[in-house]
């Protein structure tokens, strides 16, 4: 069973930084899309950015780019959001999600919350003008 288990978050001003960490365990080795979502009380739940588990692609939303990077540790299976030059609409619960290796491709074209099968229980990010 996969699991995945996010770390890194927390209060950070305006113009600052953080990463935050996604620890996966259970994955096997066949090619998996990951991603990172956020989510905003009331709101739906975003697509921020997504990787294939090998590292060979990835993708980061335009409200992001430039500011967000997505990267992972092939041999730790550690997913990461480097997050630089926060903003306060940037708050929100982060999650790590995954979908399973037969949906990599689709996962990964849509980046869209339901395409994604795993799911981490999420870290706050709270950004301060």
């Known amino acids: 069973q996969v699991q995945l288990v996010e770390s890194g978050g927390g209060s950070v001003q305006a113009g600052g930084s953080l990463r935050l960490s996604c620890a996966a365990s259970g994955l096997t080795d066949s090619r998996y899309c990951m991603g990172w979502f956020r989510q905003v009380l009331g709101k739906e739940r975003e697509g921020v950015a997504r990787?294939?588990?090998?590292?060979?692609?990835?993708s980061v939303a335009d409200s992001v780019k430039g500011r967000f990077s997505i990267s992972i540790d092939t041999d730790k299976k550690i997913l990461y959001l480097t997050m630089s030059t926060l903003q306060p609409g940037d708050t929100g619960i982060y999650y790590c999600a995954a979908a399973p290796p037969e949906l990599w491709s689709t996962s990964c074209g849509s980046g869209l919350a339901a395409d994604f099968r795993y799911w981490g229980q999420g870290t706050l990010v709270t950004v301060s003008s």
């Open positions: 990787i294939t588990s090998t590292g060979g692609w990835r």
